[in-house]
């Protein structure tokens, strides 16, 4: 079952489960972003859309996914 929500000016975040929220949150939440050394292609987080990777967006995502966190449990 998939997670989603509306948010930053209509589009929709999504996730799979509480790991892959982790995940998002993880990355979102990160003030410095580095890339690691993946053997064999790209990550999940580099294959994020950039409204997702816009610090603009950081603060209305955490609370979305922090909203879609809490209605798992």
Known sequence: MWLKAQCCG??????FNRTHLDILSGYIGARLRERGAEPGGMTLVARLPNWIKAADNRDELLRVISRLSASID
């Open 10 to 15: 209509g589009h929709t975040l999504w996730a």
